[in-house]
């Protein structure tokens, strides 16, 4: 069973606008983390954010958001603001158990801001 | 320079060779991992290493085989190259109680 999915392969979006890029997650460890990464042209992973399962507070850093939704086991991030250089594929993964650090990826979500 | 460093960045290879990707680290992290990135599946676990004594196979280790020369370095060995083994390779490395992955630029296959 897919752990990650990522439902939305291609997304456009104006400059400055906010984008939602969508991510549901299947687990039953009650421990667990969850990432976003940024994979702009040049091809290196990007870590964006992070939400652990037991925090209570969805994480922020900068214009990234991340609105957990645990018992829709949903991570959605939201990047307010968008900025041409935003322009990249994007993915959401999830780590299962405290330190354990294998990740389970996404398919990814190419972002595309029009100016 | 880069904390996590993988060469080479870019191979083309041919098929039933044999050949080697390397990554090393400056991080002192204990934990390395090599995944493989195809189009529309994102990355994938190869094999997982803990400790210079552990070795673990991940979700796609068929083809492939690791070697943990020291803590700082893991290397990943295509025994015999095949053309479905083109792909993006990226080594990454974690810590034990890290919220964050570190992952090096990525190694660029094509097998021929």
């Known amino acids: 069973a897919q752990k990650i999915t990522q439902t939305q392969p291609g997304m456009f979006v104006q400059e400055k606008e906010a984008v939602t890029l969508d991510c549901t997650y299947d687990?039953?460890?009650?421990?667990?983390?969850l990432f976003w990464y940024k994979q702009p042209s040049s091809g290196e992973m990007i870590f964006l954010i992070y939400?652990?399962?037991?925090?209570?507070q969805n994480a922020t850093e900068g214009r990234y958001s991340l609105n957990f939704q645990k018992a829709r086991k949903s991570a959605n991030l939201v990047i307010s603001a968008s900025q041409l250089g935003d322009s990249a594929m994007y993915f959401c993964?999830?780590?299962?158990?405290?330190?354990?650090?294998?990740?389970?990826f996404g398919a990814g979500t190419t972002v595309t801001v029009r100016a | 320079d880069a904390d996590v460093t993988q060469t080479p960045r870019n191979r083309i290879t041919k098929t039933g060779k044999r050949i080697m990707l390397e990554c090393s680290q400056t991080?002192?992290?204990?934990?390395m991992y090599w995944y493989r990135q195809d189009p529309g599946l994102g990355l994938r676990l190869i094999y997982y290493?803990?400790?210079?004594?552990?070795?673990n196979k991940g979700e796609i280790s068929d083809g492939y085989s690791v070697s943990r020369q020291a803590q700082a370095k893991f290397s990943l060995s295509l025994e015999s190259a095949i053309p479905n083994q083109t792909a993006l390779y990226f080594c990454?490395?974690?810590?034990?109680?890290?919220?964050?992955?570190?992952f090096g630029q990525g190694t660029r296959l094509t097998v021929v």
């Open positions: 990454a490395t974690s810590h034990r109680g890290d919220t964050e992955a570190f």
């Open positions: 687990t039953s460890d009650p421990s667990y983390g």
């Open positions: 939400q652990g399962s037991y925090d209570q």
């Open positions: 993964a999830m780590r299962e158990g405290v330190y354990d650090y294998k990740l389970s």
């Open positions: 991080k002192g992290h204990d934990r």
């Open positions: 290493s803990f400790d210079v004594k552990d070795i």
